[in-house]
């Protein structure tokens, strides 16, 4: 019996520091057929605002957001854009004004390695746990918020 | 001109017959056929004005429509056709459409030369400043324009630019560099100064806080007299969480060195709860041939929908002029 509680608190202490592992590390993908780099958290930015619309072959960058309200959304807006997606309203409707229309939304983690997959030039993020042989990891945006372009451990 | 306002309008219509509506919460990014390369979009606003000694004027300000066409390929056109002042009251003069014009606001086409050289060719904003380029009325904050983004230099230039944008430090770097190639192509419309060969450049740092330098080396050419102007300017902005504090700062001088006027504001906007806004500006200008001019605004602005804005302000200062006016100013402007 003893053993058994034991267990069950071991597991219960378990769950949580798994769950919050998988949520942690976020994968920047693209198609698994193309070849690019990304150097930084600026150049992430610049693609996610919309200032850089090519990569350097002369393909368009197609950015991929999930929807506003997707926690995963909010910790990259907040850890690459520096501001939560609630924010930036003003700046899609100015860059819509000059004709640039903000990237495409998807509503969930698969919908984005979909696209991604079947979209040359596309650019997204997913739950580094979740990210698979569809898409091409290039880099991975860490818990302390730095961008690194080798594969941490994860723990999934 | 007037078969180039016909070939446009002729464009316009055309368009409006192909075109998908562009919604700005719903960009279609595939690869496009010619024809799916088309959108339209564009914004209108309207607007009260109770002048301080009694009178009263409203308009219908504008019906701007934006047609695009881009199919995923390095070559992208943006146009932005206007029908400006379509409709008028007066208190004692009625309605009337005689101050109504069409203008071609933008026209160009951009090509990517590489990952941070691009080429736009045509009619566009000259990006001198923040407001200028920004400056349909569902994007900025209050209906009233500060002089100083209007009268000091071309608004819109007829030619070439070369743009970019580079990662810097934590930050990015964006710049302009333009040169009229042809000149102003309306120099009939009452309020507007022409201008002439007009070159320049603008450099960005932005981020959490946007920098803005540009510099500007134009021509003021009145009936009589031409004057060349060089011209500085400097502005920022900076947001969070519904606040924001922006301000620009233009100097422009004749090409002995000699003062040639300046003007400057600054604007703070605080969220007042339930998308209302409240809105404050101080601004001045002079310029040799108008004098000087001093306005203070107090406003609010209710974002009844992300492309929906209700307005409503008092401006206040020295004396009234036609371009700046002062009293209690309401509108409503729509993105769509």
């Known amino acids: ?156 | 001109m007037r078969n180039m306002h016909l070939l446009i309008a002729v464009s316009v219509a055309f368009a409006l017959g192909i075109c998908k509506i562009a919604v700005a919460e719903e960009p279609d990014l595939n690869e496009a056929s010619f024809i799916d390369g088309f959108k339209l979009g564009g914004y209108t606003s309207a607007g009260i004005n109770l002048h301080p000694g009694g009178k009263t004027d409203a308009k219908l300000n504008e019906l701007s429509l934006f047609v695009t066409w881009d199919n995923g390929g390095r070559l992208r056109f943006f146009s932005e056709i206007e029908i400006e002042k379509p409709l008028t009251w007066r208190s004692g003069d009625g309605f009337t459409g005689k101050d109504s014009y069409l203008d071609i606001e933008r026209f160009y086409l951009d090509f990517n030369l590489s990952e941070k050289l691009n080429l736009r060719t045509g009619r566009f904003l000259t990006p001198t400043g923040r407001w200028n380029v920004m400056h349909a009325a569902p994007l900025v904050w209050t209906w009233s324009r500060p002089l100083v983004t209007s009268r000091m230099f071309p608004e819109a230039v007829n030619g070439v630019m070369f743009y970019g944008a580079a990662p810097f430090s934590d930050k990015a770097f964006e710049y302009k560099l333009f040169i009229e190639a042809m000149q102003e192509r309306s120099r009939d419309r009452g309020d507007s100064i022409p201008y002439k060969d007009t070159k320049g450049m603008r450099f960005e740092i932005t981020g959490k806080f946007n920098w803005g330098l540009s510099l500007l080396d134009t021509v003021e050419d009145l009936d009589l007299v031409s004057t060349r102007y060089r011209m500085v300017g400097l502005d920022f902005m900076v947001q969070h969480k519904g606040w924001e504090l922006s301000a620009e700062a233009l100097q422009r001088y004749y090409t002995n060195g000699n003062d040639g006027g300046s003007g400057a504001y600054v604007q703070a906007v605080a969220p007042l709860g339930n998308q209302w806004f409240a809105i404050g500006r101080l601004e001045n200008f002079q310029r040799p041939a108008e004098g000087s001019s001093e306005r203070w605004v107090l406003g609010t602005a209710w974002r009844v929908t992300p492309s929906q804005v209700l307005k409503l302000e008092y401006v206040g200062g020295d004396r009234e002029r036609v371009e700046s006016p002062k009293g209690v100013m309401a509108s409503f402007a729509i993105l769509f």
């Not at chain 1, 994968?27 to 990569?55: G, H, M, Q």
């Not at chain 1, 860059?95 to 997959?117: D, I, K, N």
């Not at chain 1, 739950?127 to 990891?137: L, T």
């Open chain 1, 1 to 156: 019996m003893r053993c058994l509680i034991t267990s069950l608190l071991f597991l219960i202490w378990l769950l949580p520091l798994h769950a919050g592992a998988e949520g942690e590390v976020i994968a920047i993908i693209i198609p698994k057929a193309e070849s690019v780099k990304v150097t930084s958290k600026p150049e992430l930015a610049l693609i996610f605002w919309r200032k850089k619309l090519y990569w350097a072959s002369s393909k368009r960058i197609q950015p991929v957001n999930l929807s506003p309200d997707n926690v995963l959304r909010q910790k990259f807006s907040l850890q690459i854009l520096d501001s939560p997606p609630e924010d930036q309203l003003e700046y899609w409707n100015a860059l819509y004004f000059h004709g640039t229309p903000p990237p495409h939304v998807v509503r969930s983690q698969e919908a984005m390695l979909r696209y991604v997959a079947d979209t040359p030039g596309a650019i997204g993020y997913v739950d580094a746990c979740r990210a698979d042989s569809r898409v091409k990891a290039v880099a991975w945006l860490l818990t302390d918020g730095s961008v690194s372009h080798v594969q941490p451990s994860l723990g999934c």
